[in-house]
């Protein structure tokens, strides 16, 4: 298979290049390939964008999202590897849950589909799940996902036998008992629209207590959708001083704040909650500077039987597959806040690098991961036309600019929009 | 007249919509007051209360307002906690409306419901107040209250003390006090003050006496005693001793100014007995100011313009 006359990101700049693919990887990188292709020429090339955090929902939740699904989404928004969190019913603590994920990626087929466990039994912060066990079965990471191991010892612990199988701990950073039931960021409009909020601190203090545990055991430590300022600046801090700690945040946080959630939009109902401007802006700064390493869209498809309901029994939860490349590049590379390289970097070198996965680059030898985009063709977002069965987005009827035109997974096409 | 087809908040009615609500609700009021208490004007219509928050006053000032005036009233209580929901609230309204319902009044714990009531049914929707959203109904009552003594609002101080946090009570008086010219000062201790407030147009006080200094009118807001057991302060004696309104606390408001509560109040606590009942206090005649000002709700939302 040949891409021609694409525009490709490469580490060291954007070039035309023609890209040949033999037995999944790339075997050639040419300005001029001999032999049929795929004509590229209007769409940029980036390595196969990565998805270190999304909610597939299988098994257990299939009226909101299964492998399926959740896989066409994947590829419609131009990844081609993603990682699922273990939230399932049952919870993936286990290797025959591990097992059933990886097989059923298999069998569908179209992107790479990397499970990662639960950190304890049942996220129930009790015993440590067979971390072990699960990472042989595929497992790529551990995760308590959607809240933090409250005790502090079992999490010291979690990470140290997590390394002894060279997995991260990804945190989901939120203390309990500062959120207490709060569903919007506190602060304006928690007020305006009487909903219960939670302040940063609650963010905050997970972030700062896994930077502390990762200094003092010498791990890295990866943490999870980012939200806040001071958040950020707490990992910077970190960095600074060499703890290895990584970070991720998602196109909301960089695109939306606590307005959205001013009319009571459950859409926009999401943990970490939405939170101000002063937020949004030291997100977009963190990803500059490289205190913040990677985009996720942790897609949370719900059912509209989820959402449609009162404000504080709405599912948090974002469907993103979809619109995260869009809005990535909408918000940071069309600004101007990162270059074409850097936004290929936040979306697929670096969740590549931290989770130790294949790809992530375009190089000769690299698997055949590759995603096509019109830079300049603008569209608007409607949830109608996802591919995911979680229609949840606030989203809806925004403007964006970037759209994926294909997707190739290991040489093979997995996804081509179809041309009017 | 209301233009819109429900009442979720006074921050959606414009400063003529509050006007003409309480100009009708004064009407009410005086015949209320000559204790009549059979007039036609919801006659063949029905009105629910749908209630999935205890409450006694509220509900049954809003079925009297409804009988006096003719309608049919039914009560639907729906026990909620978030384990055991049962049917959903978009599906209760789809309901409601099927059997023809003209009006239906809510009260709801989560903020934002009575909006998203109101985006389902064809029925006109009132907020009885919802979580720490709004409670228009019962600022209207107050303003109605203010309005009799006053005649105007404009250029009038209202202080306001006690649980601001969680009171959708004070944030619809800020809206409707500030749309009638008002000035709003608010004080609590700073576990039960939210942000933006001031933004929302609210003078932010740090002391009680500072709060009072030359009101026209204090309101006092209930205290629950589980925000004690939350940790917000830690006793309902030391509230009462440093944030409550006693007669030492009065003085500092101009002499007759208005002493309210929107009930049922904790003797002791937020005001002293002394203040619930001297002679400032309104509090009983709010309790009629809410029946008229209701009646005006009802009528004003259900009236039929004949060109």
Known sequence: MILKHADVVTGGGVKRLDIRAENGRIAELAPEIEGEGIDCRGLTVFPGLIDMHVHLREPGFEKKENIESGARAAVKGGFSQICCMPNTEPVADNKVVVSYIVNRAR?????????????????????????????AAGAVAISEDGKSVVKTSLMANAMQYAADFGLKCLCHCEDASLVDGGVVHEGYYSTFTGLKGSIRAAEDIIIAREICLAESLGLPVHICHVSTYSGVQLIREAKARGVRVTAETCPHYFTLTDAAIAEFDTNAKVNPPLREERDR????????????????????????????????????????????????????????????????????????RILGLEGGKIEVGAPADLTAADLNETWTVDPKEFASKGKNTPFAGREVRGRVKLTVVDGAVKYEEKRA | MIHSKDIVGLYELSAEEIDELLTQGLAMKKLLRQNIKKLPHLMGKSVTTLFYENSTRTRCSFELAAKYMGAHVVNLSVATSSVQKGETLVDTGKTLDAMRNDVIVIRHPVGGAPKLLARTVKAHVVNAGDGMNEHPSQALLDMLTMREHWGSLKGKTVAILGDIRHSRVAKSNLYGLTKLGAKVRMFAPRTLMPQGLDTMGAE?????????????????????????????????????????VNDEILKYAKKDALVMHPGPVNRGVELTSAVIDGENSVIEDQVLSGIAVRMSILFLLTKEEIA
């Open chain 1, 107 to 135: 069998e569908v087929g179209l992107c790479k589909i990397h499970p990662i466990g639960a950190i304890t039994v049942g996220q129930r912060g009790e015993n440590l799940a067979a971390i072990g066990a699960m990472k």
């Open chain 1, 281 to 352: 802006l030291a997100v977009i700064e963190g990803l500059r500077d490289g205190t913040i390493d990677c985009i996720a869209s942790d897609h949370a498809p719900h059912h509209e039987d989820d959402k449609n309901v009162e404000f504080n029994y709405a599912a948090f939860g974002i469907s993103g597959l979809e619109t995260s490349f869009a809005l990535s590049y909408t918000q940071l590379a069309a600004s101007g806040a990162l270059t074409l390289p850097a936004l290929a970097e936040k979306m697929s070198g670096a969740p590549a």
């Open chain 2, 204 to 244: 932010i006080c740090s002391s009680r006496e500072e709060a009072v200094e030359g009101a026209d009118a204090v309101m006092g807001l209930r205290i629950q005693l589980e925000r004690q057991h939350a940790g917000n302060f830690p006793s309902l004696g030391e509230y009462a001793r440093f944030y409550g």
